[in-house]
């Protein structure tokens, strides 16, 4: 059996479940830090447990430092940090751009900043490949990969749902602000994420507390308009939730009506599938398990880890 050459990744802590699920490839990860970790330069912070293959190195510091590849995974580091902080050899070096999210100012003719052939661009669902305009830069798809804690699993005994959206006041319709409020109004909802209280939701769940706090719900619901496949809906799916949510972007290919859940674009459809799901716990645990079969094929951890091997070991033969 091969053995790979163990690499020296250089990145940045952006969305920290997926940083912490990408560590787990077995290779070496540097996090880009700044004196009192400010968003976007944050290192070993949270309370996930990072591996012995995550390290911090000061920005200050970066340029004296050897790699193997730099995983560029926000707008601000690609067009300010590449030019400030690595050096001349170090922007020669392998890349690869991370790109989370669709776009964000128009849905189909946006141009990406990165414009160059030799930068590998990696969109994290088909759907943000496809409407971003990439132009001549490669591009590759590799799906969510999740792992829960070991022995939750859902049980659904509160007849509410649960949503899972971070700063959901501040980020308006695009997140489903108003589309929540309307729904809370006619179906028992309770909304956790940083800043909830701001929405009239209950506040932030540890992301290690998260998957055992949503089991307890009758089903997950997403009220989300324009988005990447968010991982809390994975994580819900892994444990064996119902999904209920609008039927746009990358969930129209997650989630199958009467199979896995429920999606619609018509809201007071989806509020009469939930309130059937809080009448029937025994069809929402049917749904549920339908969902965690889907999960546990297309979202495992495993085939993620090799996804991203795969491409690491491309881009730095």
């Known amino acids: ?108 003719c946006e141009r990406h900043w990165v414009d160059d052939p030799s930068t590998l661009i990696v969109h994290v669902t088909p759907f943000n490949r496809l409407m971003w305009d990439c132009g001549d830069t490669p591009t590759r798809v590799i799906e969510h990969g999740v792992v829960v804690p070991e022995g939750v699993r859902y049980t659904g005994e509160l007849e509410r749902g649960i949503v899972v959206i971070n700063n959901l006041a501040s980020r308006g319709r695009r997140l489903g602000a108003d589309i929540y409020r309307s729904v809370a109004e006619r179906v028992p909802l309770d909304l956790v994420g940083m800043d909830a209280q701001s929405a009239g939701g209950l506040g932030e769940i540890g992301n290690l507390d998260l998957a055992a706090f949503c089991a307890r719900y009758r089903l997950f619901f997403n009220p989300i308009r324009w988005t990447s496949l968010g991982l809390a809906i994975v994580e819900a799916m892994t444990i064996g939730m119902p999904i209920v949510g609008l039927a746009t972007t990358e969930l129209v290919t997650v989630i199958k009506n009467g199979e896995s859940g429920f999606i619609s674009t018509d809201v007071d459809s989806l509020v009469q599938d939930m309130q059937c799901l809080l009448r029937d716990r025994g069809e929402a645990r049917r749904l549920g398990d339908g969902a965690r079969r889907v999960a546990l094929e297309r979202f495992s951890i495993g085939r993620f880890v090799e996804d991203w091997c795969r491409v690491l070991r491309e881009v730095t033969a």
């Open 1 to 108: 059996m091969r053995t790979e050459r163990r690499l020296r990744v250089l990145t940045w802590h952006v969305h920290g479940n997926y940083l912490y699920y990408l560590t787990q490839a077995p290779h070496d990860f540097w996090l880009v830090t700044r004196p009192g970790n400010p968003p976007g330069h944050a290192g070993r912070t949270g309370v996930l447990p990072w591996g012995d293959n995550v390290h911090e190195v000061d920005a200050q510091e970066v340029a004296a430092r050897e790699f193997d590849v730099v995983l560029y995974q926000h707008r601000e580091h690609w067009e300010t940090d590449r030019l400030e902080v690595l050096s001349d050899a170090q922007r020669a070096l392998p890349r690869i751009y991370l790109e989370h999210d669709p776009p964000q100012r128009n849905p189909f």
